[in-house]
Each structure stands twice: as C-alpha cells, then as structure tokens.
C-alpha cells in the first residue's frame, strides 16, 4: 500500500511492470506500447496505452491488468486511454525486450534502419536467426502465425517452425 | 460522419467476409492469415464507427441500406482465388488511401498512419497469392483468371470521391492501376479490359445501393445482436 502523491516516475514503473497479456516474457514497458502517465491529483492517474495492431484484443486486458496493479499499490481512480498516433512500431520494443523474446523462441524483429526504412513487409532476402540453433537458413512459412503481429517460419537446419515478431 | 461510416464499414463488411473462411480455408496458414487481416480490419472498423457513432449500434442494427462500403467487399467469397482478387484489389486500393490519408493530417490521420502499415501487409499476402495461383497450374491459373474477371466491374466505385475526406482521387486511381496491372502481368494473367462499374450493378454501395448476397451476409452478422440485445460471452 502505497500512501500520499506517486511520482508520476512510480506510476509508470508500476505501470510498465504488467507483463504482456500474449507474450508474458515482455512487459509493457518494454514491448514500448506505454505512452505517458499523468498523475491528475492524489489517488487520481491518466496512463495512455497504444495498441501494437488497431485491432489487437490484448488491449483490454493490458488495460484491466494496468488498473489493477494501480488499485494494489493504493490509487483508486485510474482512466487507462489508448492512443493511436504517434503508431506502434516494432522498433519501440526495448533492446531488452528483443533478448527475451529471442530467449522465449521468438524471433525479434529486424530494426527498420536495417531494412525498408519505413513500416510493412520487409524483403524476404533479410535473413531471420532461428531462436532455437541460432541459423540463418530459415524460410517464411506465413505472413500471418498465432497472433497479428507474428509471421511463422521454419529453421532449415535444425527443421524447427518458429514465430518471428514481423517488422510493423 | 459520411467519410468515417465508408471507411468503416468498409472494413467491417470485408472483416465479416474473410471471417467467414474460418474452417474453410485449404490449409492451416491461410486460415489464420485470413483471419489475421480480418482482424486487422475489424480493428480499424472499430476505431471509424465510433468516430461516427455507437459501434454496436452502427454494425448490428443499421438496415442494408444505411451501409455506405462499396459492393465490392461485400461480394461473397467464391473460391481461394476469387477471395485473393478481392483482397488484391482492395487492399492495394486501401494502402492508397490510408497513405493519403495519414499525409494530410486531417481527422483519420492517425488511425491511418498505423493502418497503413498492417495494409501493407494485406497487399503483400494478396500479391504473392496473385503471383503464386496466376503463374502456377493451368487450374489455378484459371481460377484466378475468373476471380479477377469477375470483380474488375466493382473496381470503378473505389475511386468514387467521399465526402468529408481530403483525397486526390485521379491519382488514387492510376496508382491502383499501375500497381494491379504491375501485379497481373507478373502473374501471367490478363488485366481486365471491361467496365470499372455497370449499369446493372449502379456502382453505388455508397449511396446506400448494395448487391443482393450483401442482405443474407447482415442477416447473418446481425441475428445473434437482434436476437439477443446486449447478449455477451
């Protein structure tokens, strides 16, 4: 229980410590999807969230999960807002984050500079490491795997399929 | 708000069209990538209809004619190939648009910024289907042939101007051309030479007039919220 005024810093460290409802090895900090916390008045806190896809329905849940961390540590009144501009992109998900989700078995995504320079498909001829023996010999199963913002691929040398966090 | 129920619906009405492949698609991929973009476009349906009102209400108990998409999503999915030309069509006809869009700044700027990105996608899943049943068997050949044949009358009302939106609609259109065309020769395939839109089809999904699989589509997305106002799971 946490008396008197947070420090907005402490409102968005407690805030960004939810973990991903979808991918629970990232917190919302570091999958770069937490915009800003206000602190209105005591007890009384904006957090603005932004949606990795418009459609993602893990943005309800990551709403309900940040209210709730908020209310165990003392705040009664939050308003979580989802914002859509500036738009998500895959290069906001922290270089730590990146590790983890390469340590989970998820291929990262690629940083833009690297590739296209602005958001959508990248060339194909980029190579994707596979998480689990590390090889570049992989191959695009589908633009499309387990949630939107996952492509599937397989490891041509270790023939393991894998999730690849594509490049938004 | 004219502009916001037109973009929204449709992305809604073609939302509900690629959902209906769930447990149809010819393999596990493309079950979920259909359902992946549909998603994605029920997402963006969602942030447009609130701009223009209530989303339950606006989706589930506006009549057929208070619908302003354009016919051509609302067309039923016919085969895997028929369902690509669709997606061919309109989601290189939506990047161009969300471009536009996000370029000037105005009320959708935003939402069209971040769709824009998963359109790109869309396009990129539609092209290389084109690509791959256009230029690989004599049947799929074929069929992608009759998908894209088929649907080029629907075309024509893309490119019909919106009110309340900023868009260079010539422009939209040669780039959509250029690009379909760029896509259907590589293809092996024959652009269509017929007419945008026809008399007999009126072209006029935006005004209201819609083709008759449009009614049995919203007497199936709407039954369960008629039948049971405010039901939920």
Same mark, same amino acid.
């Given at each position: 229980?946490?008396?008197?005024?947070?420090?907005?810093?402490?409102?968005?460290?407690?805030?960004?410590?939810?973990?991903?409802?979808?991918?629970?090895?990232?917190?919302?900090?570091?999958?770069?999807?937490?915009?800003?916390?206000?602190?209105?008045?005591?007890?009384?806190?904006?957090?603005?969230?932004?949606?990795?896809?418009?459609?993602?329905?893990?943005?309800?849940?990551?709403?309900?999960?940040?209210?709730?961390?908020?209310?165990?540590?003392?705040?009664?009144?939050?308003?979580?807002?989802?914002?859509?501009?500036?738009?998500?992109?895959?290069?906001?998900?922290?270089?730590?984050?990146?590790?983890?989700?390469?340590?989970?078995?998820?291929?990262?995504?690629?940083?833009?500079?690297?590739?296209?320079?602005?958001?959508?498909?990248?060339?194909?001829?980029?190579?994707?490491?596979?998480?689990?023996?590390?090889?570049?010999?992989?191959?695009?199963?589908?633009?499309?795997?387990?949630?939107?913002?996952?492509?599937?691929?397989?490891?041509?040398?270790?023939?393991?399929?894998?999730?690849?966090?594509?490049?938004? | 708000?004219?502009? !916001?129920?037109?973009? %929204? +619906?449709? *992305?809604?009405?073609?939302?509900?069209?690629?959902? =209906?492949? @769930?447990? $149809?698609?010819?393999?596990?991929?493309?079950?979920?990538?259909?359902?992946?973009?549909?998603?994605?476009?029920?997402?963006?349906?969602?942030?447009?209809?609130?701009?223009?009102?209530?989303?339950?209400?606006?989706?589930?108990?506006?009549?057929?004619?208070?619908?302003?998409?354009?016919?051509?999503?609302?067309?039923?999915?016919?085969?895997?190939?028929?369902?690509?030309?669709?997606?061919?069509?309109?989601?290189?006809?939506?990047?161009?648009?969300?471009?536009?869009? !996000?370029?000037?700044? %105005? +009320?959708? *700027?935003?939402?069209?910024?971040?769709?824009?990105? =998963?359109? @790109?996608? $869309?396009?990129?899943?539609?092209?290389?289907?084109?690509?791959?049943?256009?230029?690989?068997?004599?049947?799929?050949?074929?069929?992608?042939?009759?998908?894209?044949?088929?649907?080029?009358?629907?075309?024509?009302?893309?490119?019909?101007?919106?009110?309340?939106?900023?868009?260079?609609?010539?422009?939209?259109?040669?780039?959509?051309?250029?690009?379909?065309?760029?896509?259907?020769?590589?293809?092996?395939?024959?652009?269509?030479?017929?007419?945008?839109?026809?008399?007999?089809?009126?072209?006029?999904?935006?005004?209201?007039?819609?083709?008759?699989?449009?009614?049995?589509?919203?007497?199936?997305?709407?039954?369960?919220?008629?039948?049971?106002?405010?039901?939920?799971?």
């Amino acid at each position: 229980m946490v008396t008197g005024t947070l420090l907005e810093e402490e409102v968005r460290r407690l805030a960004g410590s939810v973990p991903d409802p979808e991918l629970p090895v990232l917190t919302l900090e570091e999958l770069g999807v937490l915009r800003g916390v206000e602190v209105l008045a005591p007890g009384k806190v904006t957090v603005r969230l932004t949606p990795t896809y418009t459609g993602c329905p893990a943005i309800e849940t990551m709403s309900a999960d940040i209210e709730q961390v908020l209310h165990d540590h003392g705040i009664p009144e939050v308003s979580v807002v989802t914002v859509l501009a500036p738009a998500w992109s895959t290069d906001d998900i922290s270089a730590e984050g990146r590790r983890k989700l390469a340590e989970f078995g998820i291929a990262p995504p690629r940083p833009h500079d690297a590739a296209t320079g602005s958001g959508g498909p990248v060339p194909l001829t980029l190579a994707v490491r596979c998480p689990h023996c590390g090889s570049t010999d992989t191959e695009l199963l589908s633009r499309f795997s387990s949630t939107a913002c996952k492509a599937l691929r397989r490891c041509a040398s270790c023939r393991e399929p894998f999730d690849h966090f594509k490049e938004l | 708000m004219t502009a !916001a129920l037109a973009l %929204g +619906d449709d *992305a809604l009405v073609l939302s509900h069209r690629l959902g =209906e492949w @769930a447990g $149809h698609a010819p393999v596990l991929e493309e079950e979920v990538a259909l359902a992946n973009i549909a998603l994605d476009l029920l997402g963006q349906a969602r942030v447009l209809l609130s701009l223009a009102g209530d989303e339950d209400e606006l989706a589930f108990l506006r009549e057929e004619r208070a619908f302003r998409n354009v016919q051509l999503v609302e067309q039923p999915n016919g085969d895997f190939a028929h369902t690509i030309a669709r997606q061919l069509y309109f989601s290189v006809y939506q990047r161009g648009l969300y471009e536009q869009l !996000a370029a000037g700044g %105005g +009320d959708f *700027a935003g939402l069209a910024a971040k769709a824009v990105k =998963e359109v @790109a996608y $869309h396009q990129d899943h539609a092209t290389h289907w084109t690509l791959r049943l256009g230029d690989g068997t004599e049947e799929s050949h074929q069929r992608m042939q009759r998908g894209v044949d088929a649907l080029w009358r629907f075309t024509g009302e893309l490119f019909q101007p919106v009110e309340g939106v900023e868009i260079d609609w010539p422009s939209l259109h040669t780039d959509w051309l250029a690009t379909v065309t760029g896509v259907l020769q590589q293809a092996t395939l024959t652009v269509p030479t017929g007419p945008g839109s026809g008399a007999w089809t009126a072209g006029a999904g935006r005004q209201g007039i819609h083709t008759e699989p449009f009614g049995r589509m919203l007497a199936e997305m709407q039954h369960l919220h008629r039948s049971h106002p405010g039901a939920s799971w």
